[in-house]
């Protein structure tokens, strides 16, 4: 008998310990150089680096999902993902707790040389393109606020911009170097950029994720001084 229930009892705690040592799964939307995909290789970039470090020095371990900005609130709320590094967002927001900020970034508009602008009341007639859903630091205007529009990655919103096509782009320090690089196009290929403010990256964990696992991360979050 005494056998049998001890049978019984590692029976009952197999699911609890397989949850334990499961990976905690993050989700990250494919923006360079935030997040780099290769074929064939591991996903790279900053927003992996922290994600990584964050996790293995809470003594848990990591696996990701890479995914379209649109999905990744759908993601925490389905329970497909446990974890985000991002903006804060209404979508976001609504499903997942914040758990800390783990970078801080300049957010940017730059402007098209054949409407340039040097303030945030002058893009009150803009044309503006963002990554889908993001830009919340223009969308809040109280009023005159520019015209926002999607673009199909920022690649293609630089083009757009050096064609006069858009009128302005919001994006981050980090993320104009990059596709300047990419794309071949030159500083004097742009108008004036407009620091709009510093944008907090936090670290968003699903809202009915083990208490004890988001405190762990917490903890490490507050050891590293983040």
């Known amino acids: 008998m005494r056998a049998l229930s001890c049978t019984f009892l590692v029976c009952a705690l197999l699911p609890?310990?397989?949850?334990?040592?499961?990976?905690?799964?993050?989700?990250?939307?494919?923006?360079?150089?935030?997040?780099?995909?290769?074929?064939?290789?591991?996903?790279?970039?900053?927003?992996?680096?922290?994600?990584?470090?964050?996790?293995?020095?809470?003594?848990?371990?990591?696996?990701?999902?890479?995914?379209?900005?649109?999905?990744?609130?759908?993601?925490?709320?389905?329970?497909?993902?446990?974890?985000?590094?991002?903006?804060?967002?209404?979508?976001?927001?609504?499903?997942?707790?914040?758990?800390?900020?783990?970078?801080?970034?300049?957010?940017?508009?730059?402007?098209s040389t054949k409407k340039p602008a040097r303030t945030v009341a002058e893009l009150s007639n803009h044309l503006i393109g963002r990554a889908r859903g993001g830009c919340q630091d223009l969308a809040k205007l109280p009023r005159q606020r520019p015209e926002l529009v999607d673009v199909i990655g920022f690649s293609n919103g630089m083009r757009m911009l050096a064609l006069g096509r858009l009128d302005g782009l919001r994006l981050t320090r980090e993320v104009l170097d990059h596709y300047a690089r990419e794309t071949g196009i030159a500083r004097s290929e742009l108008g004036p950029e407009i620091v709009l403010g510093k944008r907090r990256v936090d670290l968003f964990a699903r809202r009915d994720l083990d208490p004890k696992v988001a405190e762990k991360i917490r903890a490490t979050l507050s050891r590293a001084g983040r």
């Not at 990744?72 to 900020?101: M, N, P, R, W």
């Open 16 to 111: 609890a310990m397989a949850a334990a040592k499961a990976p905690l799964k993050v989700a990250l939307f494919d923006v360079a150089p935030y997040v780099i995909t290769r074929p064939d290789e591991a996903p790279s970039g900053p927003y992996v680096q922290l994600a990584q470090d964050l996790v293995h020095q809470a003594g848990l371990q990591v696996s990701f999902r890479i995914m379209p900005f649109a999905r990744i609130a759908g993601s925490l709320a389905s329970g497909e993902a446990d974890l985000t590094i991002g903006f804060s967002t209404e979508a976001v927001d609504k499903v997942a707790q914040d758990l800390g900020t783990v970078l801080v970034v300049d957010s940017l508009v730059v402007t």
